[in-house]
Antibody, heavy 119, light 107 residues
Framework: QVQLQQWGAGLLKPSETLSLTCAVS????????WTWIRQSPGKGLEWIGE???????NYNPSLWSRLTMSVDTSRNQFSLKLNSVTAADTAVYYC?????????????WGRGTLVSVSS | EIVLTQSPDTLSLSPGERASLSCRAS???????LVWYQQKPGQAPRLLIY???SRATGIPDRFSGSGSGTDFTLTISRLEPEDFAVYYC????????FGQGTKVEIK
């Protein structure tokens, strides 16, 4: 059974860099788009971006200038970095698996990490 | 950016009743790109329907999706106690977006 386990710092100060990692176990790492999604009370669900095993990325245009996603295929892990965070970046961050074929969808989600930004 | 507007915000129904949830897009979508998720408190969303009408693995047949163009619907034919939750639609185009959600609550 495929599982996503995510971790990272949960409390940041404004201007710091948010850093999260997600490990994929029990299944293939290739053939999918590994995705980050966040959920805040004010903005609901927001798609952050995606990366495949080759490192090809697709970012949310509203976040792309602050975003970096990477993959480590030797460890079946993918990571998110979001720099210059503000209170508006406070949210639960989910890693997820995107199936990108004729009918794209997110079919597997991590448990989520609450990230709070406060001075 | 494609904006998805879900209605109503809250649907108050009794177990056994039929639920119809609407998702309207700001521009026409390919039917292959419309997805529905269910989320319960404290949990991650769960995939229900993709490609407008294809049920995900393990999803009971009381859940169905329909629509085209800018108007899409998720129907739950007979609400079970475990169906009371928040439902989100998503368009999975080049820059995916989500609707704001519809909460289905017990009347």
């Amino acid at each position: 059974q495929v599982q996503l386990q995510q971790w990272g710092a949960g409390l940041l100060k404004p201007s710091e860099t948010l850093s999260l990692t997600c490990a994929v176990s029990g299944g293939s790492f290739s053939g999918f788009y590994w995705t980050w999604i966040r959920q805040s009370p004010g903005k609901g669900l927001e798609w952050i971006g995606e990366i495949n095993h080759s490192g090809n990325t697709n970012y949310n245009p509203s976040l792309w200038s602050r975003l970096t996603m990477s993959v480590d295929t030797s460890r079946n892990q993918f990571s998110l970095k979001l720099n210059s965070v503000t209170a508006a970046d406070t949210a639960v961050y989910y890693c997820a698996r995107g199936v990108i074929d004729t009918m794209a969808r997110i079919d597997l989600w991590g448990r989520g990490t609450l990230v709070s930004v406060s001075s | 950016e494609i904006v998805l507007t879900q209605s109503p915000d809250t649907l108050s129904l009794s177990p056994g009743e039929r639920a119809s949830l609407s998702c309207r897009a700001s521009q026409s979508l390919s039917s292959s790109s419309l997805v529905w998720y269910q989320q319960k408190p404290g949990q991650a969303p769960r995939l229900l329907i993709y490609g407008t009408s294809s049920r995900a693995t393990g999803i009971p047949d009381r859940f169905s999706g329909s629509g085209s163009g800018t108007d899409f619907t998720l129907t739950i034919s007979r609400l079970e106690p475990e169906d009371f939750a928040v439902y989100y639609c998503q368009q999975y185009g080049r820059s995916p977006t989500f609707g704001q959600g519809t909460k289905v609550e017990i009347k």
